[in-house]
């Protein structure tokens, strides 16, 4: 056969195996296409030695026979898992991650790992010890960041679906940027087991798809209780692909005044206004409502995540695994001269960060007092769900930049992430789905759907409401 | 010059489960190097913890135990350091929200009893082990331990002397063990004791500079400790010096304390709640549940051995201070009915000596409260001697688990009662010590010991001693 698998979403190779398609000829397209498209946009760590993974299974899944790939800090037994650092260089993770057992019992294909930002710290994909990946879109920018490489495989087409992580927007965010689809599920939904941490209060797995249909298939297969992770909720999964297709008739839909009246950009602003319109005619009532502390959720983020991140990262000092210094002779020396070495800066600056906010006499003005606001954030949310069913923001404040555009300045990187952050916060599921094109570039602007806590239903069935009026997804469908 | 000491312990013990506290490896004592370890106690990237729900059973049963209060609210906390035995870089422990506070336990002084209070008693894991005699170049770790259950519990300064602290490690262990809890071998490193001592010169004066004393491996050793430790502070305070908050090492061989590291070189613990496990509430019912499952504690069985057996208060510490060793007690006098002073006497006298000398716990020989009352018996009804059966009857019962009777046959320790043999003896002792025998009808009452001695050993110290003197005085007041 000489279709191009790769191409086609989940749901389609599922009825291309039904019209009987062979495992073979799927993963041979999917390799070919990978290895073809990779050279230019580098979304792969070490494709050439990739080894599809899989294990036999009853064709129940939609997902069986169908290949994803995973983000570098997902284990997968006997294959290394490096989060894009120096540091863990040729370490070979002797277990599967949870939402890699449960894919693998559906039949699905694990195949290839994606580049990120190193341990998850950027929203660019620039500080991975590999090099950058580059926008699939547009070989000059950023494909967004940390799970870049997972946005940049799905959106090139060098992948089906692939599984990204987010603390701060590292899925939502590149999905924006690479016009695809992303997901990040309510926090407890999707066991964090095997993946590697950076912030373990704010870290959620989540799909990479083309459209919200294979967002809500994979979601399906990955969520639910982890016996494995205690921070995983005994909340019953329900049938995802039941909520695709209802209308939104009479949906309550809210739009964040602080998120909007801040400025927006003209491409951002025009896909907003758009995507309110394109709501109001499918019958839902979009109203302003207020998340008034979310405007210091930038600033919350930076003590608690890097503080998390502090002490997530200790287990990397050279003994049991990973890199250690040969040149050094004692034990401090090895620590120091291993980490040194072994961190890239932005890792060193989030260790730093999250050090000194955690030390004592810091610790009640920084870290306390930022868990303080974050209850206030969530309570914020809980109230806007009182009123609305879902709520719409950007997803980005504008649409990929360029390469070294943000990375001489933190500060800034780190306000890319303004509309992303909230949701890690109150541990609400956030999407992003395409809702525009910027008008210079003709590059992808992302929409965020945010409903409330394990209600992946409903932010479903608006993201797939939205998604089949505008039909983003299938004019972003063809990249060069 | 005469100070006035201060001295408080913080006391570890190994909670006694059959796994560890946040993963399913065995907690074994002995085993190969790094072979009860699996991806969660080796601190692999990726995994989580997941609470150990009978660790948190037994710290509950040991708060109420000793009479403290439980939190209502049970939650973890990260203490961050690094060190090659502890795989995290940061230990899960219990911070500001320990499971149990206040409480005390009871010791008898000088002055009368005395309630010594706790502080807290707070659950977490144990590090592992750095292996320094295996390579002469480079240290190994051993990751057994690492993950074992811990409880810590830390007293309020209110000891007075070394042997106070004695009585009080003593006192916790025999609760501790008496409910399960623990089983607290210093020399398993099940029980380890930090000490803190201070001097002054009045008690109406503010607590001296604290120094910390660690490695301390017996109860000995803690003794000795602080003992030193009392002698050093006072001769420096003496000669004019100023003392340091410090933490000193207790060197057993040389028995002196050394400089480990000041203040200004103390850890910052940054410590923050653990995100990965979730917080969980303790309910009244759980709470009244622990306090009626606990069996009689040490102090009360104390109290009731005395006035149900009329044993000594000596006697019945000693007897409850295990209470593997209160039962057997119990098992003996009321089962077998051997009389509760002779079977105290048995059980303080021949039968710790044995254990002590063999390093042995009471259910560790093959002595059973029927053999204990049957040897006992044997020495009651005269057949055989005290000295015969302690000496030579009683380790071979411990060791095998044979009948004494036919031990004390086949070694031919049978004593001979019967009256015939009896006076043969005495006709030929009486005749060959004319001097003794007048001396004794002279009034010297003592005389007739040596002629006792003189019949058993002629008998080869068979005869029956009680026999020997009741026949020979007969005798001699018949011939008067």
């Known amino acids: ?480 | 010059m005469s100070l006035i000491p201060t001295i408080g312990l913080e006391v570890h013990v190994q909670l006694n489960t059959k796994t560890k506290i946040f993963c399913a490896c065995a907690v074994r004592f002995g085993d190969q190097p790094n072979s009860n370890v699996c991806p969660v106690c080796l601190g692999l990237p990726g995994v989580l913890p997941v609470l150990n729900r009978e660790v948190f059973k037994l710290g509950l049963r040991a708060v109420v135990a000793l009479g403290g209060e439980p939190s209502e609210r049970v939650k973890f906390d990260r203490k961050n350091y690094y060190y090659p035995d502890l795989p995290k870089g940061y230990q899960i422990s219990q911070f500001d929200q320990p499971i149990g506070r206040g409480g005390f336990v009871e010791i008898e002084t000088k002055t009368g009893p005395k309630r010594v209070r706790l502080n807290r008693l707070h659950l977490e894991e144990d590090a592992g082990k750095l292996l320094h005699d295996q390579s002469p170049t480079s240290s190994l770790v051993d990751l057994n331990r690492a993950g074992t259950p811990l409880a810590e519990i830390v007293s309020e300064p209110d000891l007075d002397s070394a042997d106070e602290a004695y009585a009080y490690l003593t006192n916790l262990k025999a609760i501790l063990r008496s409910i399960g809890v623990s089983e607290c071998d210093m020399e398993k490193g099940q029980l380890r004791c930090d000490a803190n001592v201070s001097v002054r010169k009045s008690k109406s004066e503010p607590l001296g500079t604290k120094v910390e004393v660690k490695n301390l491996n017996s109860f000995k050793a803690v003794k000795a400790a602080i003992e030193h430790e009392i002698e050093r502070q006072t001769a420096a305070l003496g000669k004019g010096e100023k003392l340091f908050q410090e933490t000193r090492l207790w060197d057993d061989g040389k028995e002196k304390t050394f400089t480990m590291r000041s203040k200004e070189e103390a850890h910052d613990y940054r410590y923050f709640p653990e995100p990965d496990l979730v917080p969980f509430t303790l309910t009244k019912e759980a709470i009244e549940e622990a306090r009626k499952s606990l069996p009689e504690l040490p102090k009360a069985k104390k109290e009731r051995f005395v006035s149900q057996f009329q044993l000594s208060d000596y006697d019945a510490a000693l007897l409850t201070s295990q209470k593997e060793v209160a039962d057997f007690f119990e098992k003996t006098v009321g089962e077998f009915k051997l009389e509760p002073k002779s079977a105290a006497n048995w059980i303080t006298g021949p039968v710790f000596a044995y254990l002590g000398e063999k390093n042995l716990a009471i259910d560790g020989t093959a002595l059973s409260p029927k053999l204990l009352a049957r040897t006992a018996g044997l020495v009651q009804a005269g057949k055989m001697s005290f000295q015969a059966a302690k000496e030579k009857v009683l380790p071979l019962v411990m060791e095998t688990g044979r009948c004494p009777e036919e031990i004390m046959n086949e070694k031919g320790l049978a004593q001979v009662s019967d009256d015939g043999a009896l006076d043969g003896w005495i006709a030929e002792v009486v005749a060959a010590n004319e001097k003794v025998v007048n001396e004794f009808k002279s009034g010297k009452d003592g005389a007739v010991m040596f002629l006792v001695g003189q019949v058993m050993k002629k008998s080869g110290g068979k005869a029956n001693p009680g026999k020997v003197q009741e026949r020979l005085r007969q005798r001699l007041a018949a011939s008067a």
Request: charged content about 20%; proline content about 5%.
């Open chain 1, 1 to 480: 056969m000489s279709l191009n698998f790769a191409e086609m979403t989940a749901s389609a190779l599922a009825e291309a195996y039904a019209a009987g398609a062979t495992q073979k000829d799927v993963l041979d397209s999917v390799r070919a296409a990978a290895q073809t498209k990779d050279a230019a946009i580098r979304a792969y760590v070490k494709l050439e030695g990739a080894q599809p993974k899989h294990r036999k299974a009853e064709k129940k899944s939609p997902l069986w026979g169908v290949p994803v790939a995973v983000k570098d800090n997902i284990c997968v037994e006997g294959q290394e898992a490096t989060c894009g650092s120096k540091i863990l260089q040729n370490y070979v993770a002797p277990y599967n991650a949870t939402v890699v057992e449960k894919l693998l019992d559906a039949g699905a294909v694990i195949y290839g790992r994606t580049n990120m930002d190193e341990f998850a710290f950027g929203s660019s994909c620039e500080t991975s010890f590999y090099g950058p990946t580059k926008n699939p879109r547009d070989l000059t920018r950023v494909p967004g960041g940390s799970s870049g490489g997972s946005a940049a495989s799905v959106a090139a087409h060098a992948a089906v679906l692939s599984l990204g992580s987010d603390t701060g927007g590292s899925i939502r965010q590149p999905a924006s940027f690479c016009g695809i689809v992303g997901l990040k599920p309510t926090y407890g939904r999707v066991s964090r087991y095997g993946l590697i941490a950076f912030a373990s209060s704010l870290d959620q797995i989540g799909p990479f798809t083309k459209d919200v249909r294979d967002s809500a298939l994979l979601l399906q297969v990955i969520a639910g209780h982890d016996p494995k992770d205690s921070t995983s909720a005994e909340v019953p999964v329900p049938d995802y692909a039941s909520f695709l297709g209802k209308d939104v008739k009479g949906m309550r839909i809210g739009i964040p005044k602080e998120y909007v009246a801040s400025g927006l950009g003209a491409d951002v602003k025009k896909a907003m206004d758009d995507a309110v319109k394109t709501l109001e005619a499918l019958g839902a009532t979009v109203s302003e409502i207020s998340l008034p502390h979310t405007k210091y959720a930038v600033n919350v983020y930076y003590i608690v995540a890097p503080s998390e991140a502090s002490s997530n990262l200790s287990r990397f000092d050279g003994v049991r695994f990973g890199f250690r210094e040969a040149a050094a002779d004692a034990l401090v020396p090895m620590y120091e001269r291993s980490r040194g070495t072994g961190f890239g800066a932005e890792a060193k600056r989030r260790i730093i960060l999250g050090t000194y906010s955690l030390s004592s006499g810091y610790y009640d003005a920084y870290y306390l007092r930022a868990m303080k606001v974050r209850t206030l954030i969530k309570r914020d949310f809980d109230e806007a769900f009182a009123k609305v069913d879902a709520i719409l923001t950007p997803t980005a404040p504008s649409a990929a930049f360029k390469f070294g555009e943000k990375s001489k300045n933190p500060l800034e990187m780190y306000l890319s992430d303004i509309f992303t952050i909230s949701a890690n916060l109150a541990g609400v599921p956030a999407i992003s789905v395409p809702g525009g094109l910027s008008a210079a570039e003709g590059l992808p602007i992302g929409l965020q759907f945010m409903t409330k806590p394990f209600d992946e239903g409903n932010l479903f069935r608006v993201a797939h409401a939205f998604e089949q009026a505008t039909d983003w997804h299938k004019k972003l469908g063809n990249v060069k």
